[in-house]
């Protein structure tokens, strides 16, 4: 899930849907888009990982 620091849920991402995997990491592709398809402004986002093996939080930055 991709968040705004606001707390605004922008985007959730699924496997097949821009997360792929591969034998030593997990990588998930975002296009920069929200929930409607629209392109995000530019700034910084929080995104969370959730898997059966915890939950990560990270920080990301989007400049156009």
Do not use: C, P
Request: aromatic fraction near 6%; proline fraction near 0%; charged fraction near 20%.
């Amino acid at each position: 899930e991709i968040y705004s620091l606001n707390a605004e849920k922008i985007a959730t991402l699924r496997v097949g849907d821009g997360i792929e995997f591969s034998a030593n990491q997990n990588i998930a592709r975002w296009d920069a888009r929200n929930k409607r398809g629209q392109l995000v402004a530019s700034g910084t986002y929080v995104i969370v990982v959730r898997s059966t093996l915890g939950t990560t939080v990270k920080k990301m930055t989007i400049v156009h």
